[in-house]
């Protein structure tokens, strides 16, 4: 009799207090309480958003969206502010996102992990080192800030890609592989894309492709969205690590 209250005493305290994981161990966090992370993201690229449309229509008329990069919005009024302000809005998703693949059972997810945090250092320094003004010669300043926004637009495509293939390797991330990979490939060829065109303006003064504004705008958006879809198979991930194994009647009548 006693050993039948002490283990529906433990039932009780698994079922209502800390969840049985599927693993059959305590999950970190009560039932019911899902990871936050896949809103914190969704939330950080809109107020990313937010000021780079407003830049977008304060400059109609005195920037070209198809030839001049998003960071010459800078010497708008208030330019400095609103992007830095999506900068770090696109570092924090980044932040949020790293800190999420562990916990939602991401086999191997050192690397992924570890290019996301790298993407979110260098939109900081995006956000604290501005662009040199157009027809001026760059300086250490602007050298800090294309070298940074370069490495975050080519390692959050792949940082996707790498989360897409091992996602094939673990049941709970396999739902999200296939379309994690098509939008990951897209962002890729395109991040390669805008950055080899950038070769030629080292070697010959001028890109290969002549709307490089229109391609980086483009590349902007396509981040943005593997960003999202990522953090939404991690929240999914999750959800499936850390649902609640329920104590079966039979259970409690061998005991």
């Keep these: 009799m006693a050993s039948v209250e002490i283990l ?10 800390v969840p049985m ?9 009560p039932a019911g309480v899902a990871w936050p992370g896949e809103s914190v993201v969704t939330v950080a690229v809109i107020v990313a958003l937010v000021p780079l449309g407003f830049l977008h229509v304060e400059g109609i008329g005195s920037l070209d969206p198809r030839t001049r990069v998003i960071s010459d919005y800078v010497f708008q009024p208030g330019g400095y502010a609103l992007l830095g ?24 997810a050192r690397v992924p992990t570890a290019l996301l945090v790298s993407a979110a250092v260098a939109f900081v320094l995006v956000a604290l080192f501005p662009t040199h003004t157009p027809g001026t010669t760059p300086g250490l300043v602007s050298t ?20 897409a293939v091992r996602a094939r390797a673990a049941a709970p991330w396999r739902p999200a592989a296939a379309p994690l990979t098509r939008a990951a490939w897209v962002a890729c060829a395109i991040s390669a894309f805008f950055l080899l065109n950038h070769v030629p303006i080292v070697i010959a003064g001028s890109p290969f ?5 229109g391609l980086q ?14 953090a939404r198979a991690a929240r999914l991930a999750t959800r499936s690590v850390e649902s609640p194994v329920p104590v079966t009647g039979s259970l409690r009548g061998a005991a």
């Excluded at 994981?21 to 966090?29: C, D, L, N, V």
Aim: net charge positive.
């Design 8 to 17: 529906m005493s433990v039932t009780e305290l698994c079922w209502h207090g």
């Design 21 to 29: 994981t599927s693993t059959g161990g305590r999950g970190e966090e």
């Design 85 to 108: 302000t999506a900068a770090i809005s696109l570092a924090v998703a980044c932040t949020v996102l790293a800190t999420g693949l562990r916990r939602a059972g991401l086999p191997r």
């Design 144 to 163: 800090v800030h294309r070298a940074a926004g370069g490495w975050a637009f080519a390692a959050l495509p792949l940082a996707a890609l790498l989360v």
């Design 209 to 213: 492709f002549p709307f490089m504004g």
């Design 217 to 230: 705008r483009v590349l902007c958006v396509a981040v943005m969205v593997v960003l999202v879809m990522t």
